[in-house]
């Protein structure tokens, strides 16, 4: 079982930046690809992003490409999340995942994905 833990949320104003980290313990996290959801209270699981395991693809919803990069820094057992140009829509709890298959590209799929993190607030003020 792999668990993670989020941090960096907070609360900014529309316009600025914020770095999302998400620490993984576990033996194979080099296996697995990662991603970020986000939830807003009432509202379905939204994909954000994924990194495949080898770091090699990215992919992004449609609402943050272009402002938002994900990344994995294998030495730190960690994946990061900034987030630039942010938005009021972009207030949500945002959870780091862990796929549930090794070596995978990573979907946009939260039903893909197995371990999850216990989320960290993102809150945009206009």
């Known amino acids: 079982q792999m668990q993670l833990v989020e941090s960096g949320g907070g609360l900014v104003q529309a316009g600025g930046s914020l770095r999302l980290s998400c620490v993984l313990a576990g033996r194979t996290y080099h296996d697995y690809a990662m991603g970020w959801f986000r939830q807003v209270s009432g509202k379905e699981r939204e994909f954000v992003a994924v990194?495949?395991?080898?770091?090699?693809?990215?992919y992004y919803a449609d609402s943050v490409t272009g402002r938002f990069t994900i990344t994995r820094e294998k030495a730190k057992n960690s994946v990061s999340l900034q987030m630039n140009r942010l938005n009021v829509e972009d207030t949500a709890v945002y959870y780091c995942a862990a796929a549930s298959s090794p070596y995978s590209t990573g979907t946009r799929y939260a039903r893909d994905f197995g371990s999850w993190g216990q989320g960290t607030q993102v809150t945009v003020s206009s």
């Open positions: 990194i495949s395991w080898n770091g090699r693809d990215t």
